[in-house]
């Protein structure tokens, strides 16, 4: 959503960078907590608090502090408390705030008014619309707060590596890349993330589930990615080289135009 509002290419590829560079070190850091806790809380002591470990690492603090009663594990679990939240609170604001600036700029200035919207009706939609997203999510919050939605994150980053980062990768490295290849990539990666998701390990079959009472699983992993990353490269590969317009992407013409623009492209140049 962040990308769809950026005003140029070196805006596009600054936010990719900033996304990029955020979620690997969260990955990484989510490796070495968890392995943390793993090995000093103790991996019995985790699943007895929350069968999901959700409150691993504030238990990690609680370890990390000394005693339970000494001011240094309080000092430590506050602020650790406090850092999640804030965490959290600036999470949900940031995706409220881009769902609101993509709904305003793309679809109600561009689509719906066709770009001749005032400025100023756009930041009130933009208003509205923040209050509207928001709204909504506070809805279905209540309604799954007692649901593992943690499984969301997860698909969350299948999606983008099935579906997004084929795209781009084409899109920056392959002359022959056409846009029946792009749509395939886009929804055929996200489509398979989706479906390999629903019915895998994470939604049913297993106590730590999203239904730990219903067994609908036919796939054997918790995360889709070992197929469905693969899946998008070979959806985008496929969609263009089945798509008649590939051959004019292959003409000397067009393969001149690309390699002057090439350099100008990776360099994030106007």
């Not at 707060?145 to 997004?164: F, H, R």
């Not at 489509?191 to 019915?199: E, G, H, Q």
Request: hydrophobic letters at 50%; one cysteine or more; a neutral charge.
């Amino acid at each position: 959503m962040r990308l769809f509002s950026a005003q140029d290419v070196p805006a596009v590829r600054r936010s990719m960078s900033w996304a990029v560079g955020t979620v690997t070190t969260f990955c990484l850091l989510v490796i070495i907590l968890g392995t943390g806790a793993a090995a000093l809380v103790g991996s019995r002591s985790i699943i007895a608090a929350d069968p999901h470990g959700r409150t691993s690492v504030l238990m990690l603090s609680q370890v990390l502090g000394g005693a339970p009663s000494s001011a240094g594990a309080t000092i430590l679990y506050s602020a650790v408390a406090g850092m999640v939240f804030i965490t959290l609170l600036s999470s949900v604001a940031g995706m409220t705030l881009a769902a609101a600036s993509s709904l305003a700029h793309d679809l109600f200035a561009h689509a719906a008014r066709q770009g001749r919207a005032e400025p100023r009706t756009e930041m009130t939609v933009a208003a509205w619309t923040s209050v509207a997203v928001g709204t909504v999510a506070i809805g279905l919050a209540t309604l799954v707060q007692s649901w593992d939605v943690g499984v969301l994150t997860t698909l969350a980053v299948c999606i983008g590596a099935s579906a997004v980062a084929p795209a781009l990768t084409y899109s920056l490295f392959w002359r022959g890349f056409t846009r029946t290849g792009l749509l395939a990539t886009l929804y055929g990666g996200a489509a398979c993330a989706v479906v390999l998701m629903v019915f895998s390990k994470a939604v049913s079959g297993t106590p730590s589930a999203v239904f730990p009472t219903a067994d609908f699983h036919w796939f054997p992993m918790q995360s889709t990615g070992l197929v469905s990353i693969p899946f998008g490269y070979l959806a985008g590969w496929l969609g263009s080289r089945l798509d008649h317009r590939h051959r004019a992407a292959d003409s000397r013409e067009s393969r001149l135009l690309y390699e002057e623009s090439e350099e100008r492209l990776l360099a994030a140049a106007e």
